[in-house]
């Protein structure tokens, strides 16, 4: 099975595929991970664990879901990271996505943390709405006749 290594342009990174053989960096004491939760490309509920690494380059972060396998580029900032991870599941249709940082090294936090909300972005509600009015016009047509 194939699936997407995606590194996120918006971070300076490059898209392409991957065999499938890609293995994340296990965490290091320093290493935090967190959950991501919101709606898949297909509108299903999804909740899975990012890995966010610091390597030599700043941070990396890795996210596993299904046959996807996405990994960000190293950039300088942590947060940096995990919103260029957001960012690429946006662009593969993901919405309604939130953040709650539950490790720090090995320290477990639990639900301590708040969850961080991230916006859809506003071409896919555009497209909702012209989707909607599309409809709206030929079920209101139909209806008439």
């Known amino acids: 099975m194939t699936s997407f290594l995606l590194l996120c342009e918006a971070c300076k990174g490059v898209k392409g595929m991957h ?6 960096n296990p965490p290091s004491p320093q290493a935090s991970i967190y ?16 890995h966010v690494i610091p390597c030599e380059e700043g941070f990396q972060a890795g996210l596993r879901y299904e046959s996807l396998q996405i990994e960000v580029e190293p950039v300088p900032i942590e947060g940096q990271a995990l919103r260029c991870l957001i960012h690429l ?3 593969r249709g993901y919405r309604q996505l939130r953040t709650q940082r539950i ?7 639990g639900s ?4 961080v909300e991230y916006p859809d972005p506003e071409s896919s509600l555009d497209t ?3 989707w909607s009015s599309w409809f709206q016009k030929i079920f209101g047509r139909s209806s008439l006749s």
């Open 19 to 24: 065999d499938g053989n890609m293995r994340m």
């Open 128 to 130: 909702k709405k012209t």
């Open 112 to 115: 301590q943390e708040l969850w």
């Open 103 to 109: 490790f720090i090294g090995d320290q477990y936090l």
């Open 89 to 91: 599941l946006h662009e």
């Open 35 to 50: 959950h991501v939760a919101g709606l898949d490309e297909r509108d299903r509920g999804f909740n899975r664990q990012v």
